[in-house]
């Protein structure tokens, strides 16, 4: 095992090579949704492809803990904070590319656009120019690189619905390409992406509609959205759907609507977000998801599966990749 010391000359020596892109024990956790949690011990910012480049040639073969933020709205930081390197993308993946639609086009039809992108930018983007296909994606707060990754979805479909093919690169290693698909084995909430691996593009696949009758569909979505999810420091939905449940409706069931923990607080509005408070701990929202984890098992005997990413936590899944937490290999 290195010691502490020696993990901090790693990354001291890594920021210097990156230069300016690179903070050392930058705040993670106000960059998140929950805004709550630590720092990262480096935090690199890309802003376009030829800065990718040049950060790969530092991080190749270093094999340390390694985690890709995007909005950070799937994502709940320790607040011992995170021993490894962040990656977060710039204005330079940003992109939207739309089909031409003169009448000479023909199908496939194909939305282009960045990894950084926002999903309801996105979404918005392609209802304004008449293009269907993407209207469910105004609810889903996260970056195009991100839903790739997660398998993002909701209003009856998902990335795994609509993704053509993607562009990838591997952080740690000498791999990548633009592949079809198939290639991700896509599941529910889930892809075969590595936690190593940066989404840089995405191409889905759109049909012709009417500009009027998709901004209704965008604008039902948010009207939707509002009157039946919370606002405010949380990641949207905090666990899976069991098969054929819900498990909004089993922490209902379960009497946890509303139960606090030290700054977090189970939803009173919908069961299956849990609220941070500000200036909170992300140690409580950790906490009370095991909490209702437990409480849900011990009602009904269903083992809710959490859909939110935990960073830096050293009792269960990272999210990262490489090394356990506070070590370097």
Request: aromatic share 6%; proline share 5%; glycine share 14%.
């Amino acid at each position: 095992m290195v010691s502490l010391r020696g993990v901090a000359r790693r990354y001291d020596a890594l920021a210097a090579e990156l230069g300016a892109r690179a903070v050392r024990h930058q705040p993670l956790g106000p960059l998140t949704t929950y805004g709550v949690g630590g720092t990262a011990e480096l935090l690199v910012d890309v802003d376009g492809p030829g800065d990718l480049d040049a950060v790969r040639a530092v991080l190749i073969g270093s094999d340390l803990p390694l985690c890709v933020v995007g909005r950070g709205s799937n994502l709940l930081v320790a607040d011992a904070g995170f021993c490894g390197v962040a990656v977060r993308l710039g204005p330079g993946f940003s992109s939207v590319g739309l089909p031409d639609r003169g009448p000479a086009a023909t199908a496939p039809f194909v939305v282009r656009a960045g990894a950084a992108t926002p999903l309801p930018v996105l979404a918005r983007q392609a209802a304004d120019a008449g293009w269907a296909g993407l209207t469910w994606a105004v609810g889903v707060p996260g970056t195009v690189g991100g839903a790739v990754r997660m398998n993002a979805g909701g209003h009856g479909s998902d990335v795994a619905g609509c993704l053509r093919r993607y562009t990838w690169v591997d952080l740690l290693r000498e791999e990548g390409g633009t592949d079809d698909a198939s290639r991700l084995h896509f599941a529910y909430r889930s892809s075969s992406v590595a936690a190593s691996q940066l989404v840089v593009e995405a191409e889905f696949d759109v049909s012709r509609g009417d500009a009027a009758s998709e901004r209704a569909e965008v604008a039902a979505i948010v009207r939707w959205r509002r009157q039946h999810q919370p606002g405010g420091s949380n990641a949207g939905s905090v666990f899976t759907n069991p098969p054929g449940d819900s498990a909004g409706r089993l922490i209902e069931e379960a009497g946890l609507k509303g139960f606090r923990l030290g700054t977090a607080q189970v939803s009173e509005k919908h069961a299956n977000f849990i609220q941070a408070d500000k200036g909170g701990r992300a140690d409580d929202v950790r906490a009370l998801m095991e909490h209702v984890r437990r409480a849900v098992f011990a009602h009904c005997g269903v083992t809710l599966a959490a859909e939110v990413r935990l960073l830096g936590f050293q009792e269960d899944e990272t999210g990262a990749v490489g090394a356990t937490e506070g070590t370097v290999p």
